[in-house]
């Protein structure tokens, strides 16, 4: 069965292959090197050729694997998935703690992994993963261990995650953006800011707002503002389930 012939071309629904002899390459070894690839020179360098040329072998013996870029890539995304982890339920303490403690965490792998926001809204079957599913089953279970019913449950991590990603998103595109630019975040909001004020002097709420960013640290700017809504979203979630604060 090719991908195309597939319901769901995904290398999470595809068969195993039958493989008659010890491949030279494991899938776990493409998975790393394709990350490394991925972080050190972004999305768009990213292809088969030349991913078997960093690991020494050609394009067809990485198709042994994966039957394409797509399936690679949802591969290196759960991957990264890995990366996240909640405390056990046992010691979950507070659900909205917890709950915050996993937003913080996945922003910051995503900014670990700029390429991240390109690929995090293409990804169809993203959530059959096992380190996807392991993390939604483990934010279910913490939602419902709150009091949540389990659909309350779906919707509150759902909103949670969307909140994330849009936010970070954005955040890790200005990285990439700073990256190839050769400026460090300090050095571009030294030269954007007065740009910006300059641009909106006829708007005065426009004109208050970028006064108050003048000489803030950026990044201490961004950790604020991201804590900032993640508060209002879980005030939300709170205020939905009877919390008294």
């Known amino acids: 069965m090719t991908a195309d012939d597939q319901p769901i071309p995904s290398v999470w629904t595809r068969p195993p292959r039958e493989r008659r002899e010890q491949p030279a390459l494991s899938r776990d070894q493409i998975v790393a090197e394709a990350i490394q690839l991925l972080d050190a020179e972004g999305l768009e360098a990213l ?10 072998a050609g394009a067809t013996s990485l198709y042994r694997h994966v039957a394409n870029k797509d399936e690679l890539i949802e591969l290196v995304l759960d991957e ?12 979950k303490g507070d659900w909205r703690e917890v709950t915050a403690e996993g937003a913080h965490a996945m922003r910051a792998m995503i900014l670990r992994h700029p ?11 993203a959530y059959l993963g096992p380190n996807l599913m392991r993390l939604t089953e483990d934010m279910l279970t913490l939602m419902e261990s709150a009091g949540f019913t389990l659909k ?3 919707s509150a991590m759902t909103t949670v995650f969307s909140y994330v990603i849009g936010i970070t998103s954005a955040e890790a595109a200005m990285m990439t953006m700073l990256t190839r630019n ?17 641009a909106v002097a006829s708007y005065p709420r426009l004109s208050a707002l970028y006064a108050e960013y003048a000489g803030k640290d950026p990044k201490q700017t961004r950790d604020e503002d991201f804590a900032r809504g993640l508060d209002r979203i879980l005030d939300g979630l709170a205020a939905a389930r009877g919390d008294k604060r």
């Open 115 to 125: 390429w991240l926001a390109s690929v995090l809204g293409q990804v169809g079957t």
């Open 47 to 56: 292809s088969m050729r030349k991913l078997g040329t960093r690991l020494g």
């Open 152 to 154: 309350e449950g779906e």
């Open 80 to 91: 990264v998935y890995g990366e996240l982890r909640l405390p056990a339920v046992d010691d």
């Open 182 to 198: 050769g400026r460090t975040e300090t050095e571009w909001a030294q030269q954007a800011i007065p740009a910006a004020q300059r």
